[in-house]
Every structure is written in C-alpha cells, then in structure tokens.
C-alpha cells in the first residue's frame, strides 16, 4: 500500500515546485535513467527536502523492482508521498514533458544532421559525463547501505551473475529480492524461539 500524504507535507509543497523539480531534472540530465539519479538526490533531497536520504535510496530500490521508466516511477512514488494523487500527476508531467519535448525536436529539426560531425563530436564529448552520472548514485547507494563484507560480495555476485554468466537482472533481482526475505525470516523466527 502507498504511503498516505501527510497534512503537513500537502501544506508545505506546491504542485508547480513538484513539477519544477521534476521539469528541471528532465531537461539537464543526458544519459536516461540512472544517469538522473544524483540530480534527483539533489533536487529531492538536498535542496527541496521531499524525502530523507535514506527514503530517497529506499524508493530508488523499489522503483526499480517495478516495470517502467526508473524516473517516471520515481516521479509517480515521490508526488504522491507528498501531495497524494495531484502531487503525483505534477511530478509525471514535469518528468515526462521534457522527453517529449525534446524528441519532437529530434524528429522535426535534428534528424537531417544527425551525421553532422559536430554534432557527432558533441555527443562523443558527453558520453565520458554519463558514464560519471552513472557511476555517481553507486558511490552514493553504497554508502548509504554500507559498505558492509555481506552487502559488498552480493553486489560483486550480482555483476558476476549479469555481466559474466549473462543472467536476466530480473531474475538476480528476484533471487537476491527471495534470498533476502528469507533470511529475514529465518532470522525473526529464530529470535522468537531464543526468546524465554
């Protein structure tokens, strides 16, 4: 179940500064997704302080469990943690709108240049930034998980399962999703029968 918004919060946030946040992440950002993810952390957490930053790296885990666009997700999940159903309707607009807007103009005024070599050596001179923007929310989700041994060789294990033995990411996200829930299981249920 979503979480409610709270009267304090619907008071505090306004739809247009909802989707601003969302508009100006959209805009500024090259390289899809994850690339997004430390503009989010700094739009949503530093500056606008929607969500703690635990929250913020909690919502990221679990959009990215879901089908669909890592951003849009998160746009749906923060606006209506924050203003409920209207928040959330603001926040998908001002993330899906930039999109949009920029592919009409690919099609309409870019496409015949798409060739062109400065063009081409612009979009060489970024693809270095989006490899940063990539490896940036790793740094940042590591270190609010913590750089624990288990948390590390699970992380490593991952990379190895996807990259070397080319498993599905859907499936090691499940594995790792059930292995996860049963140990926490294991470990409530062996509390319970320690306790007198």
Known sequence: MLPKATQTTEKRVGL????FSFLKTGT???GGGYAMLSLLQRELV???RYLSEADFWETVTLVQSLP???VFNTALYTGYKVRGLKGSLSACAGAILPSIVIILLIATVFAPYWQHPALVRIFNGIRPCVVALLFAPAIQ???????????ILIALAAILCITVLRFSPIWVLLAVGLGSGLTA?????RN???TP
């Open 46 to 48: 530093e500056r606008k």
């Open 192 to 194: 319970k029968s320690d």
């Open 68 to 70: 669909g666009v890592l």
């Open 16 to 19: 247009p500064a909802l989707f």
């Open 141 to 151: 989700m590591a270190r609010v998980t913590g750089l624990k041994i288990k948390n």
């Open 185 to 189: 299981y294991y470990r409530a249920h």
């Open 28 to 30: 500024f950002t090259f």
